[in-house]
């Protein structure tokens, strides 16, 4: 436990979780998939720089007004709906920890799938891929983890995204992964690959759940009224970019499968495939531009 967030005098570390706890759930009391008890340890653990076990373990220890001051911010901006992962400034996925900010969307678990699926379906030691609208680095800096020996890149429309993806880069020690900044395949040269791979937006402008998702960036979110939009264009452009045999892979909406594998078909791809995630919704859909035509 820190010196400079633990001091004798003060609120406690228990009474200031039971008070981040119940402010969460007033907060949330709505919402059965909030999680206060958790985001309250966790917020709590951040702002006295110390760890999760030591909130257990030393409820007595009395904080110094600074850190609960600190506290308290955070528990008010996620009561008012900011991701923990904002507040904390970083999120797990894959098997390390990125930094994230308001101009990233949070990387989700189910886009795990997206990575599973390429590793799978390119299992040797040189292939080329590129991940679209990359955001935080999430999917190239996975797919450059485990495949040392692939050329990866990465695109993004914001400047301000692909800065933190960079910074993502050099702090797992991927600095080979190539970042450019353009709409799709615009930031592109003209080359082939043997892997394309993106989790798009995907969600119609009118659809009631943006509002659960007001504070990441909405550019990321939402391509307008038509919610395919994204998802036909990049299906469209991408043979010009794939290599014969090669795959393109796509996040999208769990109602979204059927419409998807439809236009990979409908624009030539082959062998195309829609699969689950671990909460058992359709979420990625593959096609494979054919080696001979």
Not at 266 to 278: E, I, K, M, P, Q
Request: glycine share 8%.
């Amino acid at each position: 436990m820190t010196r400079t967030a633990i001091q004798s005098a003060g609120d406690t570390v228990g009474t200031l979780l039971a008070e981040g706890v119940r402010r969460l759930q007033e907060a949330f009391a709505s919402d059965s998939d909030a999680m206060p008890e958790l985001d309250a340890q966790l917020l709590l653990a951040h702002a006295l720089r110390i760890s999760r076990t030591c909130v257990h373990s030393h409820p007595e220890r009395r904080a110094q007004a600074s850190a609960a001051r600190r506290f308290r911010a955070l528990v008010a901006r996620r009561a008012a709906g900011e991701p923990v992962a904002y507040l904390l400034e970083r999120k797990a996925f894959w098997t390390f920890e990125l930094t994230v900010g308001s101009a990233v969307l949070v990387p989700r678990p189910e886009t795990e799938l997206l990575v599973e699926r390429a590793l799978a379906l390119r299992p040797e030691a040189c292939a080329s891929a590129v991940d679209l609208g990359t955001g935080s680095g999430a999917i190239a800096l996975a797919l450059a983890h485990e495949r040392p020996g692939w050329q990866v890149s990465a695109t993004d429309i914001s400047s301000e995204a692909l800065s933190v993806a960079r910074r993502n880069a050099v702090a797992l020690g991927l600095e080979r992964v190539t970042f450019a900044q353009g709409s799709w395949f615009a930031a592109l040269p003209v080359r082939r690959f043997d892997l394309i791979v993106s989790n798009p937006p995907y969600v119609a402008a009118g659809d009631a759940a943006l509002a659960a998702l007001a504070h990441e960036p909405r550019r990321a979110l939402t391509p307008g009224p038509d919610a395919l939009a994204c998802l036909r264009e990049i299906i469209e452009d991408a043979p010009r970019f794939l290599e014969r045999g090669g795959w393109l892979l796509l996040e999208h909406g769990a109602g979204q499968g059927p419409e998807v594998a439809g236009a990979l078909r409908a624009r030539g791809f082959a062998t195309v495939r829609t699969h689950r995630d671990l909460a058992g919704h359709e979420r990625v859909t593959e096609g494979q531009w054919p080696a001979i035509r």
